[in-house]
């Protein structure tokens, strides 16, 4: 089925850098979703965008919504230990009940 | 408040046998959505309903079925079952479909 375009794949970084991911998509999307999913859990959302342009932040996380409405980053500063899991975005056209459309993942590891 | 709850969480099933598994959302949620989760095909929409009403549907087998009963809660069966249908299967609510999803902890179904 169709997925985002989302990188990296995977990322080994030290603790306390700064990490950074994005996803691109050849539709446009209205809502731009950010998921984190730990082993054998759901994904557990962290930001949603809603509008082309805005910049939001939770914590240590900033996700930003493509002015094309076709890409959207996540940014996590001064990462830690549980940091580690796998990120998703995801996207939405906003109708009442569409579906999300997932991107491959991130999987970030953090060397302590 | 409570979160999304699916049950059970591992299931293991025969080739060929049925299978149903149960979801309850965030009260006050009446959005429901279905995906399936797999290593080789990442997470990919099943179904969504709203108010006991099918609203989407993803690109799957008429084997996978769902249902929604009058208090939001949700089913999703799958008839036949098929070794490939081995994946986690992952509910997620909404108050209307439209503002994120918020998603349950899945249910590992394994087919041998």
């Known amino acids: 089925g169709q997925q985002l375009n989302q990188s990296p794949q995977s990322m080994f970084i030290q603790e306390g850098e700064d990490v950074s991911m994005n996803c691109t998509s050849s539709s446009i999307f209205n809502t731009w979703l950010w998921y984190k999913q730990d082993p054998g859990e759901g994904p557990v959302l962290l930001i949603a965008?809603?509008?082309?342009?805005e910049l939001t932040s939770n914590g240590r996380l900033t996700a930003q919504f493509g002015i094309t409405r076709k890409d959207s980053f996540l940014n996590i500063s001064a990462s830690i230990p549980s940091d580690v899991g796998i990120y998703f975005c995801?996207?939405?056209?906003?109708?009442?009940?569409?579906?999300?459309?997932f991107g491959g993942g991130t999987r970030l590891m953090v060397k302590p | 408040k409570a979160g999304v709850t699916q049950t059970p969480r591992y299931l293991i099933k025969t080739r060929g046998q049925q299978v149903t598994l149960s979801c309850s959302p965030i009260s006050g949620h009446r959005s429901v959505s279905w995906y399936q989760q797999t290593p080789g095909q990442g997470l990919q929409f099943l179904f969504e309903?709203?108010?006991?009403?099918?609203?989407n549907k993803g690109n799957f087998p008429g084997r996978f079925s769902g249902r929604q009963f009058s208090n939001s809660r949700s089913e999703m069966n799958v008839s036949t079952l098929e070794l490939g249908d081995s994946a986690l299967y992952l509910c997620?609510?909404?108050?209307?479909?439209?503002?994120?999803?918020?998603f349950g902890s899945g249910t590992r179904l394994t087919v041998v």
């Open positions: 995801a996207g939405q056209l906003g109708n009442a009940g569409n579906m999300l459309t």
């Open positions: 997620a609510s909404s108050l209307d479909g439209t503002y994120g999803y918020t």
């Open positions: 965008l809603y509008k082309a342009g």
């Open positions: 309903y709203f108010s006991e009403t099918q609203r």
